[in-house]
T-cell receptor
Framework: DAGVIQSPRHEVTEMGQEVTLRCKPI?????LFWYRQTMMRGLELLIY????????DSGMPEDRFSAKMPNASFSTLKIQPSEPRDSAVYFC?????????????FGPGTRLTVL | SQKIEQNSEALNIQEGKTATLTCNYT??????LQWYRQDPGRGPVFLLL?????KEKRKERLKVTFDTTLKQSLFHITASQPADSATYLC???????????FGGGTRVLVKP
């Protein structure tokens, strides 16, 4: 398996623009997590899905952020409008519900810079 | 409020020595605790899991302890090697749901 795939790997945009981050989880995994990592705040959970259904979105910073999972192999995180404080590395991770160690498999991340 | 704290200062250690990292938490009743390794420019990679009713787990040169009374986990890298240089993150899962909360991570630098 190729692992969790994220695109783009780097995104530079201007304040006010819409940004869409994409994630393809590992095939067969039924949990998908979106995280944001910054130096100041570390790795924070934004939202997670189980079987394509959003379960906990309490970490989504505000209404500018939205996430969807239209099917088991694809998820998007959208920021509209983007602001400089959204600059961070965004990770997607997936997990199998019956994994022995409940380990999450992380993608390589998308480094977002909002100017 | 819930907090997970790891030593934010980098740990510099000589090759062959044991590195010991600390993860302290407050206002949590974790079902389990995990340790991840993160290299620069990459996503975290799972290393070990220890459950609330377990005291110690080992995997090769890694050892994790879990003291729910002290609300602390210790992570040991024995016979450390320069390839062990990375940031190590602890993460807790509460009794309900599937949310993982991560500590800030501790950077380890093993010098030859």
């Amino acid at each position: 398996d190729a692992g969790v795939i994220q695109s783009p790997r780097h995104e530079v945009t201007e304040m006010g623009q819409e940004v869409t981050l994409r994630c393809k989880p590992i095939s067969g995994h039924d949990y998908l997590f979106w995280y944001r990592q910054t130096m100041m705040r570390g790795l924070e959970l934004l939202i997670y899905f189980n079987n394509n259904v959003p379960i906990d979105d309490s970490g989504m910073p505000e209404d500018r952020f939205s996430a969807k999972m239209p099917n088991a192999s694809f998820s998007t995180l959208k920021i509209q409008p983007s602001e400089p404080r959204d600059s961070a590395v965004y990770f997607c991770a997936s997990r199998n519900w019956d994994a022995e160690y409940n380990e999450q498999f992380f993608g390589p991340g998308t480094r977002l810079t909002v100017l | 409020s819930q907090k997970i704290e790891q030593n934010s200062e980098a740990l510099n250690i000589q090759e062959g020595k044991t590195a010991t990292l600390t993860c302290n938490y407050t206002n949590y009743s974790p079902a389990y605790l995990q340790w991840y390794r993160q290299d620069p420019g990459r996503g975290p990679v799972f290393l070990l899991l220890i459950r609330e009713n377990e005291k110690e787990k080992r995997k090769e040169r890694l050892k994790v302890t879990f003291d729910t009374t002290l609300k602390q986990s210790l992570f040991h890298i024995t016979a450390s090697q320069p390839a062990d240089s990375a940031t190590y993150l602890c993460a807790l899962k509460g009794a309900a749901g599937n949310k993982l909360t991560f500590g800030g991570g501790t950077r380890v630098l093993v010098k030859p």
